[in-house]
């Protein structure tokens, strides 16, 4: 489960936005990725927890 909030300004000619995220959500664990032909018993690779982003930009247009 992921969640993804935005918001987005525009005040004349500039245009900002901001955004956060967050993924694995109820930091449940399961397999990233699957390696093939692996001789150690080792197939598979776990994902990473709960991790977020937050960030903000902008935009002005001539």
């Given at each position: ?16 936005n ?8 109820l930091?449940k ?11 150690n ?7 990473p927890?709960?991790n977020?982003t937050?960030g ?7």
């Open positions: 489960v992921a969640l993804f909030a935005g918001y987005v300004k525009k005040w004349q000619r500039w245009e900002l901001a955004f956060a995220r967050i993924d694995n959500l930091d664990r399961y397999v990233g990725s699957v390696i093939v032909n692996e001789g018993a080792r197939y598979f690779e776990p994902a927890g709960r977020w937050v903000m930009g902008g935009t002005y247009r001539f």
